[in-house]
């Protein structure tokens, strides 16, 4: 089934639900998000919003027997059978990869870096998987490929493993890179070189990226376009420019105030919490206990998400009530 192409990654409707016996609990309400040919698109959002739940979706990674997927993904007009763990190998790994948050979370401890690189491309002779996986090291700005091969896992540092994750996914020069919180775990310097050389990547190879984070810095620095997550639903999406300028939403501009600055202004944190899940099951605004806006009509049904103008959609009934 093809779907319109004018995006390379698009979803209608893709919703997590956690099963508990026979109640399903959602985790991530239904969501149309959208990566362009050679974009790349963000996700904002608190922990526990539903980003990395989003990803795995996508691959199709949720074990049936604990979770339920609903909506459809396309890749290039291609609806993806996120349903069918056989047939997302003609997908997973291949046109679509992932890097995650934690890199030794990702590797296996007992085989050497060259293990893992020789483990994942079967379909070439060995030699040439060698020597692709050494130059796709030295790609990625890593001395001594050839020694680093013979490494293991926990012989490297978080910003050398992070560069050798990201040298395997691209190995088999996937069209789109998911990238799930790639930087949390390092330290601020190497997390700019990680970045730098995701958009040097994304430029040479006219990579796709979804680029996945909890930090606003990390994802301005990438994005063409960004949604906010809260509590598994998207509250606002829209262009980076205009989202960055002219945030709808309350809890996109707490987000914006609560950023790290070099300047004296003290830093404005929002109160509460977000929901866990279960407790917001659908009435109201999910924000609206934490938000400084909210009103009687925020506790009633839930908003919708609507387009002000442009490529920028607000779900916030405030903000049609200032008109």
């Known amino acids: 089934m093809k779907e319109n192409t004018a995006d390379l990654l698009s979803t209608q409707g893709l919703a997590v639900s956690m099963r508990d016996g026979k109640e399903l609990i959602p985790v991530v309400h239904p969501c149309d998000i959208s990566v362009k040919r050679g974009g790349c698109t963000g996700i904002i959002g608190e922990s526990g919003c539903g980003k990395s739940m989003i990803c795995r979706a996508l691959l199709g990674l949720h074990a049936p027997e604990q ?113 799930d919180e790639p930087t949390t775990a390092l330290d601020s310097t190497v997390q700019r070189d990680i970045l730098l050389l995701l958009a040097e990547l994304k430029k040479e190879w006219n990579l796709s990226l979804l680029l996945v984070s909890h930090d606003l810095r990390v994802i301005s620095r990438m994005a063409d376009r960004i949604y906010v997550m809260y509590a598994g639903q998207i509250v606002e999406w829209g262009s980076m420019e205009e989202l960055m300028e002219n945030p709808l939403h309350p809890y996109t501009k707490g987000l914006i105030r609560s950023r790290p600055s070099y300047s004296k202004e003290r830093l404005t944190a929002m109160t509460g919490r977000p929901p866990r899940v279960g407790e917001w099951m659908g009435a109201g605004c999910p924000f609206a206990p ?6 009687g009509e925020c506790s009633g049904e839930l908003p919708e998400l609507k387009q002000t103008k442009g490529e920028h959609f607000v779900r916030c009934c405030r903000q049609w009530d200032r008109g």
Request: charged fraction near 30%; hydrophobic fraction near 40%.
């Open 290 to 295: 934490r938000c400084p806006e909210a009103a």
């Open 67 to 179: 979770w339920q997927i609903g909506g459809q993904v396309y890749l290039d007009g291609e609806q993806v059978p996120i349903e069918s763990d056989d047939a997302m190998d003609g997908f997973r790994g291949r046109r679509m990869t992932m890097i995650l948050q934690e890199p030794l979370s990702a590797f296996d401890s007992r085989m050497t870096i060259g293990a893992h690189f020789l483990e994942g491309c079967r379909r070439k002779q060995k030699a040439l998987r060698r020597q692709g996986a050494e130059e796709w090291l030295k790609r990625m700005d890593l001395q001594d490929p050839g020694g680093l091969m013979k490494r293991y896992p926990f012989e490297l540092s978080g910003g050398m493993l992070q560069r050798v994750m990201i040298a395997l996914s691209l190995m088999t020069e996937p069209e789109l890179l998911i990238a």
